[in-house]
């Protein structure tokens, strides 16, 4: 009996010691399993890209009537080809003086809407237009550098048409070191005070060292059938003080400097179609403001200071640089439809980054929707968030947000 | 002893107990302490010994410890005794989460992991006899030095596994056990009480345990007990836990 007891007790005890076995750790694996989802693939997209037809607006009262360089007369025309120490300008316009120095090219235009052709290369040369009238400027296969400032700068107020002549690859190129004229801006290697419209069914590409990519004082339109590339290792990719309209076209815009912005909207941003990839891998920017006290900018892919809205086409943004964004909104979103994805993979030592940071609201009625950020929540909306109701897909994890309607 | 005395002193002990063990918490863990050892008396003054000790915590589910040890202790007056042990420690370190500044999300992530430690430690054991009641206090420093170890943290602002390095270090702590021992006439069992502080800069555990000792031929002792186990340092991994004992010495 005593044996048995012993035996029991031994038994027992051994039990006891074999089913210790279990690891009392919190389950981690589902959530670790998020954290480690890794993002969908942002690049740099150069694939043709199908669009809908472009047909100019015809109706004058239309506020986007100007817009297109279709509805203005283009019989003036000059001729600027580079390719030798001073370029061949070929062509008179009554109120128009073009003066060369080297490649360096000035154009005062007073007469009126003016069609001006440039093409060949340059690896010292610039233009700059003077004159408050509208004009044309088609690219056919223009490759200008200017090692001391912006390629082209436009200090007119008015419209510059950017047309890209079919199957052209332009390429404009700035320095690092900008040679500044009193009282004139130069923000950009492509520089105008007024409104830009691309249109045409060519290739841009803006290479940035010293200051912007692309850069209007005014507002930015982007027609369907263009292809700009911009890259940017100095300051923001593309960026307008008064508004970004994209109705169409492919653009790629690739940035690297700490603080710098792919995209930088100043006023209402709308997107109506094409493909936009804008890609920033700068870190924060330490700097200081205008106190003097020390002041941090996160970079961002896309900048907006008003209301954003996609109507339509394809959102690509991406942030890999400390603290940045994929897309930083200072109002409201809009999202009534189209393909919109933002990714944020960068640190958060100075500053925090975040997929999606709007201060407004954010409204999303139909389309696709997709924020990923690798250090904080996927979608920070200081304001309300409105989904409406019809998506097929809503899936939030801690790093992830989609909606798919 | 007379019977009204024995009463008087069990009701003593129980009240003494009553005090000092807190009303349980479902919160609290239960565990089990099991061990093994033996002792040899060279003289009726010094004796020497080795234990092998297994516990377990997360409600008897989870290993915790494992540890070897030795000791020799020392006789230097009927009531007075020294002693000095080294013990092999083989730890499960509880996991450790800690959380980003607004207490929701998650910082890091250190799973459980075994570790080595070191123990050292030397008592004084004073005793005192009222008839069959023993009275004891022992008072232990003991130092314990965790050698440095890397292993496994999540990093959630990472979003990724990492090397951490458990840094070695060492902790001196002071141990002062307070215990009552009753010899039952005509009763192999042995009944004892002890509560016992650890202290560092302030208390930070306190244990209470409430068992019996039971000896065969003078060769084989037992010892069964519960253990109540309140710990006070915030800066600890360990938690309340409530704890069964069984132990065996082989003497010879």
């Known amino acids: ?405 | 002893m007379g019977r009204s005395q024995r009463n008087q002193l069990t009701a003593l002990l129980l009240l003494v107990l009553a005090a000092i063990i807190p009303t349980p918490s479902h919160a609290d863990d239960a565990g089990l302490v099991l061990s093994a050892g033996v002792s040899h008396k060279f003289s009726k003054k010094l004796s020497v010994g080795a234990e092998a000790e297994f516990r377990s915590r997360n409600d008897f589910r989870t290993a915790e410890r494992v540890s070897l040890g030795a000791d020799a202790s020392y006789k230097f007056l009927p009531w007075l005794k020294a002693s000095a042990g080294y013990v092999l420690l083989f730890d499960n370190n509880r996991e450790e989460i800690t959380y980003q500044d607004d207490g929701v999300n998650y910082n890091n992530w250190r799973p459980s992991y075994w570790g080595v430690r070191h123990r050292f430690n030397v008592s004084l054991t004073g005793s005192y006899k009222i008839q069959r009641v023993e009275l004891s206090l022992r008072e232990r420093w003991q130092y314990t030095y965790r050698p440095s170890k890397v292993i496994d943290n999540f990093d959630f602002d990472e979003a990724m596994w990492e090397d951490h390095e458990v840094r070695g270090k060492g902790k001196n702590v002071l141990r002062s056990r307070l215990q009552v021992e009753w010899d039952i006439p005509k009763c192999k069992f042995d009944p004892f009480a002890n509560v016992e502080f650890y202290t560092r800069s302030g208390l930070d555990k306190t244990r209470m345990h409430l068992g019996v000792n039971h000896t065969i031929k003078k060769k084989h002792s037992f010892q069964a007990f519960y253990r109540y186990q309140i710990v006070n340092s915030s800066s600890d991994t360990e938690g309340d836990i409530h704890m069964l004992g069984l132990g065996y010495t082989y003497k010879f």
């Not at chain 1, 027992?12 to 670790?32: E, H």
């Not at chain 1, 290479?207 to 292809?227: C, H, L, N």
């Not at chain 1, 897309?327 to 960068?346: C, E, P, R, S, Y």
């Open chain 1, 1 to 405: 009996m005593k044996r048995i007891l012993h035996y029991s007790l031994f038994l027992t005890l051994l039990s006891l010691v074999a089913t210790s076995c279990v690891n009392d750790d919190t389950d981690f694996d589902d959530i670790i399993a998020q954290y480690q989802m890794e993002p969908a693939e942002i690049k740099l997209d150069y694939s043709e890209l199908t669009e809908a037809a472009d047909v100019p607006v015809t109706d004058e009262n239309d506020s986007a009537y100007n817009d297109y360089v279709e509805n203005s007369p283009w019989n003036k025309i000059i001729y600027i080809t580079f390719g030798g120490p001073s370029p061949v300008v070929e062509g008179t316009v009554p109120g128009v003086a073009v003066q060369t120095n080297g490649n360096h090219v000035t154009v005062m235009n007073i007469s009126g809407p003016v069609k001006f052709v440039v093409s060949g290369r340059t690896t010292d040369g610039s233009l700059k237009f003077y004159g408050d009238k509208r004009f044309q400027l088609l690219l056919n296969g223009a490759e200008i550098t200017n090692p001391h400032g912006a390629a082209i700068n436009n200090q007119g107020s008015k419209s510059m048409y950017v047309v890209l002549a079919e199957g052209s690859v332009n390429r404009l190129q700035d320095g690092t070191f900008y040679t500044m004229v009193d009282e004139e801006d130069q923000k950009a290697a492509l520089f105008s005070e007024g409104q830009i419209i691309f249109s045409g069914k060519g290739q841009l590409d803006v290479i940035a060292e010293g200051r912007g990519g692309i850069r209007s004082d005014d507002y930015i339109r982007i027609r369907p059938g263009v292809k700009i590339n911009v890259y940017s290792s100095a300051l923001d990719g593309l960026r307008a003080n008064d508004g970004i309209i994209v109705d169409g076209g492919a653009v790629n815009v690739a940035t690297t400097g700490a603080g710098a912005k792919g995209v930088r909207s100043g006023g209402e941003m709308t997107i109506n179609g094409g493909r936009l990839v804008a890609i920033s891998q700068g870190d924060t920017r330490l700097g200081a403001n205008d106190d003097g006290d020390s002041d941090t900018t996160a970079c961002a892919a896309l900048v907006c200071d008003t209301l954003l809205t996609v109507n339509a086409g394809v959102v690509k943004l991406k942030a890999t640089g400390d603290g940045g964004k994929g897309l930083n909104a200072k109002q409201n979103v809009i999202v009534n439809d189209g393909h919109f994805q933002a990714v944020a993979t960068g640190t958060k030592e100075m500053k925090k980054p975040k997929g999606v940071k709007i201060d407004g609201s954010f409204y999303i009625k139909g389309g696709y929707f997709y924020s990923y950020s690798r250090r904080s929540d996927p979608l920070d909306v200081a304001g309300a968030t409105s989904i409406a109701p019809g998506y097929i897909t809503y899936q939030l994890t801690a790093k992830l947000l989609t909606i798919a309607y």
